[in-house]
């Protein structure tokens, strides 16, 4: 029967696909023209990237980075043959001003002390962004950073910081000793309670007597000083990292059986969502010295902390609410069958599952709360959008739009994109799922 | 010979409050009451004691008072010897026209950019890539007082709208202006009019309703009143014969004519702005302020909006497509029969956030000078009468009804759409 003839007994030798199917030819067709539609709206765009490259390459691409004012940029231009009115940006703006949008009024002599305190940030930062790749002893100078940043910023006897890190300490102290000798609970009330008598009737005494003993400190500098990227910063890395721990009490306290534990929270949180963050922050800038016993005057970047502090916990309680919600039912009883009690089964089971769950939920609100900072130019802080309707009000930049507005906003993409493209790398990096 | 017995019964010690589960959840519940009491009492008593020595206890009389600034962009009727209450009665529907302005718009711009960024065509899905960046990384203040920037140092002034030698020229046949003092439209005129109907009274809350208007609305329910059964009926039709009976120039014409006789009849004409002395007089000026808040709050939204959008869409399987091709439905069909169905279950929720996010951030208005509720209430009004309290506590208020609202109308939307589960 081997003599079929309509049935091919050798292999055929392979042949390269056609041209038009592969390499960049065959990737334009399948990606580019594939069909009529697709073919005019690649064109479409062609011509729209066209049209925008071309406006935007020639007007960045201007020698006026060292001119001194609008006037000035425009003469430069016109002695290089370019007249009209986006003939090209005036960069020398941004060369008058950038150390005042990073830094508002802060004293000049004084700039490395922030720049310090950015740096290391990033030390203190890193053990925490990258676990796996630093040492944990570093772990401690992230602990200690929180009381070294305010005071590289604002300066004043080391003193402050000190007895306020003895109230920890304090509060340990009490914790541990209750907890051995008694309950966990009571443990936790007294320790709370020693901490609070510290701080506020003890810890000020002791910071003016050492200080009086030993001054050691920093040349003090105002709040009103504070200003540009450096305020933006300051109020988005502090609202952040307050708002984490808070909005992880919120979120329990809402997923919680007690009744009025719940209610508290759902009360706060439904109300601090309702709001927009300005009305916070009018009364951050305008009733928080009414709320506060009759005399306190307290600064106004700290009332904007806690105000922003508190909006951000709102939004972060809801984002880890979710992330409880989304952990399946066995999880809680696979942790009550182990004999853990609430906060061990917390600590270790189910708040690493929630809050890997909602690591784009977390950044994404971070992302939301630094750039909401710029909010606080509307109750009069300097931050970058404040100096710059400041700068824009110089008779030297009247008029001054697209360099200075183009600026802050790459600032502000690059510090958003990279910490978007880190929650990428970190979710990626703690996939424990199987895709 | 002893008997085994019950353990005797344990008396209630002070101690099972803290060690025993079952009384300590009473313990943690009293204690968080407590502290929450004390702070609420101690937060009024220093208010108290603060307005005491300020000499300015809560009153709200001043609402009965002239305002005595202006608004300028405004729907209803206002002038500066209206009290600070219609002030900010007007302020609140500035807030919620332009909040409703920017939901629609953001919703069309994000649909399609939501839809293009899921697209075959490589450079397109890009391109909208790049769009939904830019837009999400940049804080929306920045972009409002951007545009706002943009829209005064860039366009024409009105002056160069005059002369022979005019360097700028109306567009669309000569119907709308856009200067740097903001954009001017036709405004819809009736010769015939039937009048306002007034609400309220003189009271500071009086609202005039356009009779032309009401009249308009009922005709054209009415018509797609009729249209639909026009359609049901087809559909019934259909189905007990199998041949649909054609009736798109019916559905058409009910809907059209009534609404073209009523408007010849009560004389609608549009009013063009025109230029006049130093600036634009005739039709209606939408100011820059306006233009710049609703601009920047749609764009802005709109790609958190698109984001949403393709998510949901991602979120249906391939499956569902393969099994409605395979079904025979068109492409488009399957789109709307089959996905959309679905996906708007995972849009939704969401969608509504954004809503609700871009009403709250309407309140930036404050920053280009809109007057809306933040504007007046929360601004001009604050400051002349240096009521903060007051103020801020309203203004607070209102945003959270508002809130409220929003978020109770599309719960409701939403639990209609939301899967029927037996």
Known sequence: MSDIAYSRTEMLPEREPPASEIGVLGWIRHNLFSTWLNAILTILSLALIYYVLAGIIPWVLSPTWSGTSLADCRDILAEAGREGHFSGACWGVIHDRWLQLIFGFYPAELYWRPIAAFLLLGVALAPVLFADKMPAKLLWFSALYPFLFPWLLWGGPIWGPVMALLGFVIGYAVFAAVNNAMSTLLGLILGVLAAAIWWLFLAGAAAEMLSGILPIGLEPVESRKFGGFMLSITIGVVAIACSLPLGIVLALGRQSDLLIVKYLSVGFIEFVRGVPLITLLFVASLLLNIFMPPGTDFDIILRVLIMVTLFASAYMAEVIRGGLAALPKGQYEGADSLGLNYWQAQRLIIMPQALKISIPGIVSTFIGVFKDTTLVSIIGLMDPLGLSNNIRADSAWNGIVWELYGFIAAVFFILCFSMSRYSMYLERKLQTGHR | ?422
């Open chain 2, 1 to 422: 010979m002893t008997t085994l017995s019950d353990p005797p019964k344990e008396g209630f010690r002070l101690s099972m409050l803290l060690y025993d589960t079952r009384y300590r959840s009473g313990t943690i519940q009293v204690v968080a009451l407590f502290c929450f009491m004390l702070l609420a009492a101690w937060l009024l008593n220093n208010t108290i004691q603060n307005l005491a020595a300020l000499g300015k206890p809560i009153d709200f009389g001043f609402f009965s008072e002239p305002a005595s600034y202006d608004i300028n962009q405004r729907l209803l009727d206002y002038n500066s010897r209206d009290t600070h209450l219609r002030a900010s009665f007007v302020g609140l529907l500035n807030t919620l026209v332009v909040a409703f302005l920017g939901c629609v718009t953001a919703t069309v711009l994000g649909v399609v950019i939501g839809v293009l960024r899921l697209s075959p065509n490589w450079l397109v899905a890009r391109l909208m890539t790049v769009y939904v960046e830019m837009f999400r990384n940049v804080p929306v203040l920045l972009w409002i007082v951007f545009i706002m920037a943009i829209l005064i140092e860039t366009l024409p002034s009105p002056r160069a709208f005059r002369g022979d030698d005019a360097t700028a020229s109306m567009m669309l046949g000569d119907s709308v202006a856009v200067t740097n003092r903001g954009v001017y439209i036709p405004e819809v005129l009736f010769s015939r009019s039937l009048g306002d109907l007034h609400l309220f009274g003189n009271s500071s809350l009086r609202f005039d309703v356009s009779l032309d208007l009401i009249a308009i609305l009922i005709v054209l329910g009415a018509g797609l009143w009729v249209s639909r059964r026009i359609k049901h009926r087809a559909d019934g039709i259909q189905e007990q014969t199998g041949t649909r009976p054609t009736t798109w120039y019916l559905r058409l014409g009910v809907v059209a004519v009534p609404l073209a006789i009523l408007l010849i009849a009560l004389g609608f004409h549009f009013g063009m702005p025109a230029l006049k002395g130093f600036n634009f007089s005739g039709g209606t000026h939408l100011r820059n302020s306006l233009i710049a808040l609703w601009l920047a709050l749609s764009l802005y939204t709109a790609a958190f909006i698109a984001e949403i959008v393709r998510g949901g869409i991602m979120a249906i399987s391939r499956g569902q497509t393969e099994a409605a091709s395979a079904l025979g439905l068109r492409p488009r069909r399957v789109m709307s029969l089959v996905i959309l169905p679905q996906a708007l279950r995972v849009i939704i929720p969401p969608l509504i956030s954004n809503y609700l996010n871009l009403t709250k951030n309407s309140s930036l208005a404050i920053a280009v000078g809109y007057m809306d509720i933040t504007g007046t209430l929360g601004g001009i009004t604050m400051n002349q009468t240096g009521r903060e309290l007051e103020c801020v506590l309203l203004l607070m208020l209102v945003y959270l009804a508002i809130s409220l609202t929003i978020s109770a109308v599309m719960n409701w939307y939403n639990e209609s759409v939301k899967l029927k589960e037996r």
